[in-house]
């Protein structure tokens, strides 16, 4: 079974940082693309960052200039780097890995899901 997790949620004040992670069981070739979703209550779940391929990287307009997405390895966990934390960043953030994998001659793309990690900032 498929496991995607996150950790590195919590409560921070406005203008403060957290780290991220996201850690998959999914063989790291097979990665097509990593990344950060976020979801606060009554609203749409939002894109804010992505990890595609061997390093092209896409961001929320919202988020340009204060998170980064990366990883240290190709085997490493994925890491949003949150800075200049705002009220309006509180949400549940998620995961999102989507595999590739190539059966005979079809290519075959799942999406997988981590369960969430909350960020609150205070004001």
């Known amino acids: 079974q498929v496991q995607v997790v996150e950790s590195g949620g919590g409560l921070v004040q406005a203008g403060g940082s957290l780290r991220l992670s996201c850690t998959t069981s999914?063989?790291?070739?097979?990665?097509?693309?990593v990344g950060w979703y976020r979801q606060a209550p009554g609203k749409e779940r939002e894109l804010v960052a992505q990890l595609i391929g061997a390093g092209n990287t896409n961001y929320a307009d919202s988020v340009k200039g204060r998170f980064t997405i990366s990883r240290t390895n190709v085997e490493s966990p994925v890491y949003l780097q949150m800075n200049s934390l705002k009220p309006e960043d509180t949400a549940v953030y998620l995961c999102?890995?989507?595999?590739?994998?190539?059966?005979?001659?079809?290519?075959?793309?799942?999406?997988?899901w981590g369960q969430g990690t909350q960020v609150t900032v205070s004001s």
């Open positions: 999102h890995v989507r595999e590739r994998v190539i059966v005979g001659l079809d290519l075959r793309e799942s999406d997988y």
């Open positions: 999914i063989n790291v070739f097979n990665i097509k693309l």
